[in-house]
Nanobody
């Protein structure tokens, strides 16, 4: 069983930065894929960044060049550094993990989820 706890959300002005943290309770060494998702009001949940066990990363076009996903296996923690934030980045952000070997870790369905952390970006 994997438990994920996100933190780091908040309110910022456009152009600002935030770093989201996802603490993993179960260890990250055996997890094959981890990802960050977001869901804005009235919209479907979307995967925005994923990282495979070796460290390979994949990004949605909407965040590429602005967001960076990373993990620290020693600390059992996943991160999402968000720079140059835009109002359209406003959403609930979730981290997710899976033991499956998902191609590029890019999948809408993950087996383990955090509770989410809210990000609000004002113009």
């Amino acid at each position: 069983q994997v438990q994920l706890v996100e933190s780091g959300g908040g309110s910022v002005q456009a152009g600002g930065s935030l770093r989201l943290t996802c603490k993993v309770f179960a260890g990250t060494y055996s997890i094959a894929c981890m990802a960050w998702f977001r869901q804005a009001p009235g919209k479907e949940r979307e995967v925005i960044a994923a990282i495979a066990s070796p460290g390979t990363t994949t990004y949605a076009d909407s965040v590429k060049g602005r967001f960076t996903i990373s993990k620290d296996n020693a600390k059992n923690t996943l991160y999402l550094q968000m720079n140059s934030l835009k109002p359209e980045d406003t959403a609930m952000y979730y981290c997710a993990a899976d033991y499956r070997l998902i191609p590029r870790c890019w999948d809408s369905e993950y087996n383990y989820w955090g509770q989410g952390t809210q990000v609000n970006v004002s113009s």
